[in-house]
């Protein structure tokens, strides 16, 4: 039998023994893997040895073939047995009585009650059974028929994937076994016939190439780690080869220092591939979490979205009504006011337009989340509509003290497309937040026109704007520091006037020289936005 083939076949399979214990080092699959291939090096190496040293003396050798051949039965059929778990599957008692009958055909088969002696016949070993050998031989094939059924009833039980995996690795586990049972004791017990044991190191490769297939083609493991571990084995089993070929003392120790360098090397290349391999799939792992995770979010958003709409509607029904009753007494529908009781009711009907407009503000926030907005464009003249929201805030201004005023334009500007309510809403807003932060001094509402755009203004000389907050002050929920401590709010204005503007394609910001120096919040739209005169618009397709 040729030695290198020999080499080759029993170093692989240990190699891979280990390979796959090493990946699942807890899994009581894989410790019975590594014995089974631990049990084929001892059983390779055995069988080599019986076919070389001289024949009288090779009985001994022969029965350590059988020796191995007992273990190397009983761990395939616990491997099958117990794959895939990683937990031991078989009762301990079971498991118990399996160990003592594989011990017990290992230590018979170093008697001669197995192979009494060997004879020479045409050149090769014949061992001559002994008295035992029917029930040696006939507890390996009842292990081997326990073993198929519980192949064929996984098989049959698994789908998917795990089946794929069970048909690949017990295909190539069953033919080595079959073809060692039947080549081996049957031809040498039945038929007097041991040539065939100079074949023994290919009766292992259907294991090999079945876990490969199982390995490569189902993903059992990592296709970047085993490409490793296979340019990693080729590297090992070439310098173990020169060890072996080695002619003298100073060979043999070179041979062996490069031998131990690519050994070192190897195992630090296999654990970095497996780190990394390990990291990636974790990632993968926390990767999918996190997107379920934003999935749940988006279906909470979405909740809050809408009870925030449903609850801002039924909300909104009281102070409009409320709104209605104080305008009627403060007009004189139901008789006259007084001086003091006018001012009592004036303030009331501030603060419950301030509740207003904040619901509103949370209606048009839940409307936004959604995806969905309505606007109705219609020709208007932004002119008439800022005139109008000083007018309606400038009460509020006077009440406080301030000076708000109009820099009304000279000359008529043109009409562009727009939504009047929501263009409104955001003029109201721009003052209003003027008129809150500002204590004393005044306050410009300007509108122009260029070439292209109309530009409104609002300016005053209130807390300012520090250059921190310039950029984050029309975001959702985003008040300025000091604005928490003056104004009650919830930051949503000036988000949906950046919404409302940005639809109407044009484009909102604030300017401040710094806190305590004023500000001035601005808009553009163009003049020609080219919008439709009646549309819905859908947020989310934006």
């Known amino acids: 039998m040729n030695l290198f083939f020999t080499c080759l076949s029993t170093f692989f399979i240990v190699y891979l023994g280990f390979l796959v214990y090493l990946h699942e080092s807890r899994s009581k699959t894989s410790l019975f893997f590594l014995i089974h291939a631990l049990c084929n090096f001892g059983w390779l190496i055995c069988s080599y040895l019986a076919l070389t040293v001289d024949p009288t003396k090779s009985v001994y050798f022969i029965r350590l073939v059988m020796f191995f051949a007992a273990p190397m039965i009983f761990s395939f059929f616990l491997f099958v047995y117990n794959f895939p778990e990683a937990k031991l599957v078989i009762k301990k008692t079971a498991l118990a009585t399996l160990c003592i009958w594989g011990g017990s055909l290992m230590v018979l088969a170093l008697t001669p009650l197995v192979f009494k002696e060997v004879l020479v016949v045409n050149g090769l070993p014949l061992p001559q059974i002994g008295g035992l ?33 069970w048909r690949a690795i017990s295909i190539g586990l069953t033919l080595t076994s079959v073809f060692t ?60 080869w020169q060890i072996l070929l ?13 031998g131990l360098l690519i050994l070192v090397f190897s195992i630090f290349l296999i654990k970095s591939v497996l780190a990394e391999v390990r990291q990636r ?100 003249n932004l002119t008439d509509l800022a005139k109008f929201t000083y007018e309606q805030l400038l009460p509020i201004a006077q009440d406080k003290h301030l000076e708000l005023v109009f820099d009304e334009p000279k000359i008529k500007l043109p009409e562009i497309m727009a939504d009047k309510e929501k263009i409104r809403q955001v003029m109201n807003n721009l003052i209003d937040n003027a008129i809150k932060y500002t204590h004393d001094g005044k306050i410009t509402v300007g509108i122009s026109a260029t070439a292209d755009n109309i530009k409104f203004s609002v300016t005053d000389t209130g807390k300012g704007i520090s250059p921190d907050e310039q950029g984050s002050i029309f975001e959702k929920y985003s008040r300025g520091k000091e604005s928490v401590n003056q104004s009650p709010g919830l930051g949503l204005g000036l988000y949906v006037a950046k919404i409302v503007i940005g639809q109407h394609k044009g484009k909102i910001w604030a300017e401040s020289p710094g806190p305590g120096k004023g500000s001035s919040f601005i808009f553009e739209i163009p003049i020609h936005n080219n919008l439709e005169k009646t549309t819905l618009l859908n947020l989310a397709d934006k």
């Open 181 to 240: 049972l039947s080549f081996l004791y049957l031809a040498i017990v039945l038929f007097n016939n041991s040539s065939l044991t100079i074949y023994s190191p290919l009766y292992i490769l259907p294991t090999i190439i079945g876990a490969a297939y199982a390995i490569l083609r189902h993903k059992l493991l990592n296709i970047k780690i085993i490409t490793t571990e296979i340019a990693a084995f080729f590297l090992l089993f070439t310098s173990l």
């Open 246 to 258: 080695a002619k003298d003392l100073t060979g043999l120790i070179s041979q062996s220092a490069i």
């Open 133 to 165: 050998m029917p029930y040696y031989g006939l507890s390996i094939i009842g292990v081997t028929l326990m073993t198929f059924y519980f192949i064929i009833k996984k098989y049959e039980a698994s789908d998917g994937l795990r089946k794929k995996q």
């Open 281 to 380: 799939e974790q990632l993968e792992v926390l990767t999918k979490q996190l997107e379920d995770a934003n999935e749940k979010l988006k279906i909470l958003d979405q909740a809050r979205a809408e009870f925030i709409t449903i609850a801002s509607h039924q909300l909104r029904t009281p102070p409009a009504t409320i709104k209605w009753y104080l305008s009627s007494i403060l007009n004189g529908d139901y008789g006259r006011v007084t001086k003091e009781l006018k001012i009592i009711i004036g303030k009331a009907n501030l603060t419950n337009n301030s509740l207003i407009s904040l619901i509103d503000d949370l209606l048009n926030v839940s409307r936004i989340e959604r995806g969905k907005m309505e606007f109705l464009f219609e020709p208007c």
